[in-house]
């Protein structure tokens, strides 16, 4: 054995080092040097073969005693304190830890009887849908009946998947595990795996008489109205979340949710900012300037509003309490906010260009410096 290196020095830590040390240099060590890391590299493979046997030796913390007394002898019989050791290593991996090998890969307790599916009740999945409304049904809410497909709990089996009076069975290939175990021969030895049971596809259990509403599934698949409520305020692409109307659970577990996503159609007239409601009010250059009452459209419908006289041309008003509900607190509700749109006419007969004319002159000095369509013009291209 004198051929062989240190086995510390293969893992490359110090003799001193710590369990979690040579575990981890092991991971580090075996990734670097794994086949299907160097395929065809046979100086990678015979590297490969050493560290294990290394991290054989070192994670054992009896073999790890008898190799700082004894070496290498320990484990090939020319030592006595060791001959309980040998022959080990002679037949390539038969004594290897896969699962050590593989979880530093990612792959877990793959090798090493990992975790069992669940064979007990599952929730159903979640489900989504898209939901049309109008700006007037998103701001006051509203009721809506909607279809949708599920997956409902078998009434015949009550979700069980066996004929009424039947019971599922426990699978006689895994003993209820819902996983076997293969020994298959591989490059570097035997190896033995453990994967979902080919029997009873991981459940554990086999249904020898299914039911027949259902075929053994436990759910069928349906369509359903369900009604439901919009609270007001709701926004365009806000959801709503309605438990338990998703798809059923599997062996009596409970129901999924349903996602119900909203969509807002635009409105002719308001434009929604947050809570407050927007729109443009277009009034005349003589209500603009000797003001006027007009009626003003609102989500509460038409109301009477005087417009001052000198009115500007993108002049606010705000009504309070008009816009859109509080969707978490409908006694909270926005603003409507009014921007006028002074129209500035572009037809004009000669008389009425006449009598602006006149307009114009009676204005003086100060009118012909900055007149009223001048200062009308320079709020426009503001």
């Known amino acids: 054995?004198?051929?062989?290196?240190?086995?510390?020095?293969?893992?490359?830590?110090?003799?001193?080092?710590?369990?979690?040390?040579?575990?981890?240099?092991?991971?580090?060590q075996a990734k670097?040097?794994?086949?299907?890391?160097?395929?065809?590299?046979?100086?990678?493979?015979?590297?490969?073969?050493?560290?294990?046997?290394?991290?054989?030796?070192?994670?054992?913390?009896?073999?790890?005693?008898?190799?700082?007394q004894y070496g290498h002898a320990a484990f090939d019989g020319s030592a006595g304190a060791g001959a309980g050791y040998g022959g080990g290593f002679g037949g390539g991996f038969g004594g290897m830890d896969f699962g050590d090998i593989f979880e530093s890969f990612g792959f877990g307790d793959i090798f090493g009887g990992g975790s069992r599916r669940k064979s007990g009740p599952r929730k159903g999945r979640d489900m989504q849908i898209n939901l049309t409304l109008t700006f007037e049904e998103a701001v006051f809410g509203c009721t809506k009946d909607i279809r949708i497909p599920v997956t409902e709990t078998c009434d015949e089996c009550?979700?069980?998947?066996?004929?009424?009076?039947?019971?599922?069975?426990?699978?006689?290939?895994?003993?209820?595990?819902?996983?076997e175990r293969v020994t298959q021969q591989t490059p570097f030895g035997m190896m033995q795996s453990v994967r979902t049971c080919s029997a009873c596809g991981g459940e554990g259990k086999v249904i020898k008489t299914?039911?027949?509403?259902?075929?053994?599934?436990?759910?069928?698949?349906?369509?359903?109205?369900?009604?439901?409520?919009?609270?007001k305020g709701i926004a365009h692409g806000q959801s709503i979340r309605k438990q338990g109307l998703g798809g059923a659970g599997e062996r009596g577990g409970q129901n999924?949710?349903?996602?119900?996503?909203?969509?807002?159609?635009?409105h002719k007239v308001f434009v929604r900012d947050g809570n407050n409601i927007l729109v443009n009010i277009p009034i005349s250059m003589v209500q603009a300037a000797l003001g006027d009452e007009i009626t003003i459209p609102t989500l509460d419908g038409d109301e009477k509003y005087t417009v001052k006289p000198g009115t500007q041309p993108g002049d606010k008003v705000t009504l309070r309490g008009r816009g859109v509900f509080n969707v978490r607190n409908p006694k909270i509700r926005g603003d409507e906010?009014?921007?006028?749109?002074?129209?500035?006419?572009?037809?004009?007969?000669?008389?009425?260009?006449?009598?602006?004319?006149?307009?114009?002159?009676?204005?003086?000095?100060?009118?012909?410096?900055?007149?009223?369509?001048?200062?009308?013009?320079k709020k426009l291209n503001e």
């Open 32 to 68: 670097k040097y794994h086949p299907d890391n160097n395929p065809g590299d046979s100086e990678a493979e015979a590297k490969f073969k050493e560290v294990n046997e290394a991290y054989e030796v070192l994670k054992d913390p009896q073999k790890r005693a008898a190799y700082d």
């Open 158 to 179: 009550k979700g069980t998947g066996c004929k009424p009076g039947t019971y599922a069975e426990t699978c006689k290939k895994c003993n209820g595990t819902g996983q």
């Open 337 to 377: 906010i009014i921007t006028f749109k002074v129209q500035i006419p572009n037809k004009l007969n000669e008389r009425q260009k006449e009598i602006l004319r006149q307009f114009a002159a009676e204005g003086g000095d100060n009118m012909k410096k900055e007149g009223f369509f001048d200062k009308m013009k």
């Open 1 to 28: 054995m004198a051929s062989k290196r240190d086995y510390y020095e293969v893992l490359g830590v110090s003799k001193g080092a710590s369990d979690a040390e040579i575990k981890k240099a092991f991971r580090s």
């Open 210 to 231: 299914p039911c027949t509403k259902c075929g053994g599934k436990g759910n069928v698949t349906a369509e359903k109205t369900v009604k439901v409520d919009i609270p």
């Open 256 to 266: 999924g949710d349903l996602y119900i996503t909203i969509t807002v159609m635009p």
